[in-house]
């Protein structure tokens, strides 16, 4: 019977081409290797794949779409309620959702969920998207803070359901972290250009350049007559260390690192104007994807060896596993249990060095990973000359700054209620990284989700309210 | 596209350029800045805003010809495009009554200077200004400056910020002034600070460190300011002049020079 058979392989750049480019790593499946792990599906009656994705995708109904050959028309299924399938398709940690809870996956392996999904949505944009048809007007309209998997989500969402959604990208590109921080090699950029294309051919309307709480203000969107806003700011503002030395020339948050390299294309300086340095000897401080990301730029801008360096364990880091083998396959090294206590520089200003500590790990924490602490007296040096704190970021404050009577958390991230994802603020909404802190695309865009169809409600009341 | 409208050539390498940006004209205020990239792979240039024109939807922005990319901004004439103009970044320097005020701007910052000038004296400060340049060949908008304040004064810096520091210890000694405020290249915003700390004037100082995104994201311009480590584009980028550590600033600002240098070499061969 199919459904016993192994999954099938996505074929993948070699290890020592790819560290060479910034070409797509995940070749993607051919046709046929898609029809045949199509083909294990056991098409449960009660799909409990579906129940693991945060924005309900008719899995077993796009999964048999594609073993008919039907692509185009699997694509337009996982579009019904997910506006982004080619990147979701990429950089889901699907292990953790639809394919964790797949029955094949009780005695062997799970049905490669993403993949498939990868597989339509490529097959859809390289037979060319038809533009969908549009929903008639039904009066309404909102403004969406921030280009990234939430927002997208939520003005596809309203304007599948009529109403007109415009788009306030702060940066001079859309997209949020799917173009500044998700390197080429995981998510080719010309991919996000056509998820966005294809969400403005719904018909919104993408305003760049336009930081809100700077160049307009929540309250001025509101007078500039829109009904409601929905605030996917993302999670912008990168952490540090707080040592000694972290101001050092060469060192970095990964935020910068991948902005320069991703949305500024600093390796193709000097014909791109955005210079970056990347020295010999690079540590990469944290253990999550874009710790992971950060890293594997680093060994493709020229670093010769390039250092993970975490504080838990393999079993503890927050990075999906196949972004960690395909890190250590590429040759980075991985430090486990090991953390920056100091950054050492020359008289010039420049990092050299750092001190490091190794750690024990004791009981769970709040997290559910067991919680790492400093071992005395082992403390010893590393020579590096780049690093790069990958260690989390918190939300950019500059609209909760802006904004008043929005209530945010002491770690900045804006309150909303969980089932509305409405704010303290009647007709403003919140979703994706600014509430949830850093997270998943998948988990903004269910956010976005839920908050598009309060937003169509509320909208709704209004209107009636208004008659 | 936001349309450059007028240019003025400055010797020997400053431009202004007023560009037609409605939303930042209408939000535009003394001490914030705007993020201007020239074409698709330029980079994001932090320009501090020395005028706003609601009226005309335009903005008004000096910058002088140092590196490539201001090199590739100074290429654009009246009628062409500048691909992103994105603003007003950054906190606008408050304008309250202070008394005495005195402002000192350095290089490129004339305009700047002018537009914080003249909006301080609009509620009530009396306006102290001193031009600061390298040469008496670098002084601009001076008439201009001279209107718009009580009182006015230039200096050519030849020797290291001392013609600036003694003529700044003058006018505080002589007067009641109630803050400093200054831009301009990084040593000559510390000569006046430190002039100013010793004399128990508090100082404003504006920096702008290596900026990314410009907007809180990457925190390639913390600085650090009282012991704090401070983003110049979200915290700034006004400070406290006696709280900033200038030598961490300096260093920092120094890092990608070597990479400017190609870029400008190749800029100025025609190659880029």
Redesign the interface.
């Known amino acids: 019977m199919a459904s016993g058979a192994q999954q099938v392989e996505m074929p993948k750049q070699a290890p020592r081409d790819r560290t060479r480019n910034f070409d797509e790593v995940a070749l993607g499946y051919s046709e046929e290797q898609a029809v045949a792990e199509a083909s294990r599906c056991l098409r449960c009656k009660n799909p409990r794949c579906v129940k693991g994705c945060p924005v309900g995708v008719d899995i077993p109904g796009f999964v048999g779409l594609v073993k008919e050959r039907r692509h185009v028309e699997a694509a337009r299924r996982i579009k019904e309620t997910n506006s982004l399938p080619a990147v979701c398709g990429r950089v889901c940690p699907q292990e953790n959702q639809c394919q964790m809870n797949c029955v094949l996956g009780v005695k062997g392996q799970p049905l490669a969920i993403g993949r498939l999904e990868r597989y339509a949505a490529d097959y859809e944009r390289g037979s060319g998207v038809q533009t969908p048809e549009q929903t008639p007007r039904r009066g309404g309209r909102v403004a969406v803070v921030g280009s990234g998997p939430s927002g997208l989500t939520v003005a596809a969402e309203l304007q599948r359901r009529g109403r007109q959604a415009d788009i306030y990208e ?3 590109a859309p997209g949020g972290v799917l173009m ?1 921080g998700i390197p080429e090699f995981r998510l080719p950029k010309e991919i996000v250009q056509a998820e966005v294309d294809y969400v403005r051919s719904l018909g919104v309307d993408l305003h ?4 809100i709480g ?3 203000t929540v309250g001025e969107l509101f007078r500039a007559g829109y009904d409601a806003v929905f605030i996917g700011s993302g999670a ?3 952490h ?1 260390l ?1 040592v000694p030395g ?2 050092l ?2 060192v ?2 990964a ?2 690192f991948l ?2 390299t991703n949305l ?2 600093a390796y193709r ?7 970056i ?1 990347v020295g010999r000897r690079v540590a990469v401080i944290g253990g999550g994807n874009v710790a992971m990301d950060s890293a594997r730029c680093a060994l493709r801008l020229g670093g010769e060896k390039v250092y993970v360096v975490y504080r838990r364990g393999k079993g503890e880091l927050p990075a999906r596993m196949e972004e960690a083998e395909n890190a250590e396959e590429e040759g980075v090294e991985f430090m486990f249990q090991t953390n920056p206590v100091r950054f050492i520089g020359d008289d ?2 420049y990092v050299t060095g750092m001190e490091c500590v190794r750690m024990e790990l004791g009981e769970p924490d709040a997290s559910g990973r067991r919680s790492p602490s400093p071992i005395q007296g082992s403390e010893f040096a590393l020579d590096v000359d780049t690093v790069i704190v990958a260690i989390g970021q918190s939300p ?3 609209i909760q700054q802006t904004t008043e009577g929005l209530e945010a958390t002491r770690r900045g991230t804006i309150v909303v209620d969980e089932g509305t994802m409405a704010t303290s603020i009647r007709g403003v909404y919140a979703g994706g990284d600014v509430v949830s802190g850093a997270a998943t695309v998948i988990s903004a865009m269910g956010a976005g989700r839920a908050a598009a169809a309060a937003i169509d409600g509320y909208i709704e009341k209004k209107c009636q309210s208004a008659m | 596209m936001y349309k450059v409208t007028e240019r003025r050539d400055y010797p020997p390498n400053v431009r202004m350029f007023r560009v037609r940006a409605p939303a930042v004209s209408r939000k535009a205020a003394p001490g914030q800045f705007v993020i201007a990239r020239v074409n698709e792979r330029g980079e994001r240039i932090p320009i501090t805003i020395a005028g706003a024109e609601p009226g005309e939807d335009t903005v008004t922005v000096y910058f002088a010809e140092v590196g490539a990319s201001t090199r590739d901004l100074g290429r654009l004439g009246e009628g062409d495009g500048i691909l992103n103009f994105s603003g007003p970044l950054g906190n606008a320097i408050p304008l309250k009554g202070y008394g005495e005020v005195l402002c000192v701007a350095g290089g490129v910052f004339q305009g700047v200077n002018l537009y914080l000038a003249k909006a301080l004296r609009g509620v009530g400060n009396r306006v102290t200004c001193v031009q600061v340049a390298s040469d008496a060949g670098h002084l601009f908008l001076v008439d201009e400056t001279r209107e718009a304040c009580d009182e006015s004064h230039t200096v050519v810096e030849e020797d290291e910020g001392r013609g600036v520091k003694g003529l700044v210890a003058g006018l505080l000694d002589e007067g009641e002034t109630g803050r400093v405020f200054t831009f301009g290249p990084v040593p000559m915003q510390r000569a006046v600070a430190e002039v100013a700390s010793a004399r128990g004037v508090p100082s404003s100082v504006s920096l702008y460190p290596v900026m990314v995104d410009g907007t809180g994201m990457c925190g390639a311009c913390r600085v650090t300011v009282g012991g704090a480590t401070r983003f110049a584009c979200i915290d700034g980028p006004e400070f406290d002049g006696a709280d900033v550590d200038f030598d961490e600033l300096t260093s920092r600002l120094r890092y990608y020079t070597p990479q400017e240098k190609i870029a400008m070499v190749l800029s100025e061969r025609g190659v880029l």
């Open positions: 702060s940066l001079h500044y760049l350049d336009s930081t700077r160049t307009l912008g503002l990168p540090f707080s972290e101001n020339k060469g970095c948050s935020n910068e902005i320069r500024m294309k300086f000097p014909e791109y104007r955005t210079p340095t010039r200003g950019n404050p500059i």
